[in-house]
């Protein structure tokens, strides 16, 4: 069978231009995609987590920071609430002093230390203080004691 040399001529022609309008449409969108700025906005590492007489006796838990926040009388201090294992939101028990992995069944004494795996890694504690304004202020970049403390008066 005769094939036309112009419609094949013709084919190689439209596929030769598709491939070079394709080229230049994937060069401009990489071009315009770098004027938008590729950057990783962290939150900071020392941030305020409010006054001292807003938290009565106990544990408190900050979501948006992911950490707890102990009072005993006028004694402040800091800890992570990151599970060690895989980095599940860490609970804690009123009733079995302990701060409980829901998800892999890690358990950390009242001094974040290893009682129950798969963890083996204790919690870290982080340094609390108070700020000019008088605000509890947390510095993550800090790890301390579980014994670390503030003492502030309320």
């Avoid at 001529?9 to 030769?16: A, D, K, Q, S, Y």
Wanted: aromatic share 10%.
């Amino acid at each position: 069978m005769f094939i036309d040399q112009t419609s094949r001529r013709n084919f190689i022609n439209r596929l030769g231009w598709g491939v070079f309008l394709s080229t230049i449409g994937g060069i401009m969108v990489a071009s315009i995609r770098l004027l938008a700025p590729n950057v990783l906005y962290e939150l900071p590492k020392e941030f305020k987590v409010g006054y001292p007489k807003d938290y009565p006796e106990g544990v408190h838990f900050i979501p948006a920071r992911r950490i707890f926040v102990l009072r005993e009388n006028n004694r402040f201090r800091a800890v992570s609430a990151v599970c060690t294992h895989l980095g599940c939101t860490m609970r804690w028990s009123e009733q079995d002093l302990a701060w409980k992995c829901p998800c892999h069944g890690s358990v950390f004494n009242e001094k974040g230390g290893v009682i129950k795996g798969p963890a083996t890694r204790p919690l870290p504690w982080y340094d609390i203080s108070v700020s000019l304004d008088g605000q509890l202020l947390v510095d993550l970049n800090k790890d301390v004691s579980p014994d670390h403390s503030v003492v502030v008066n309320v």
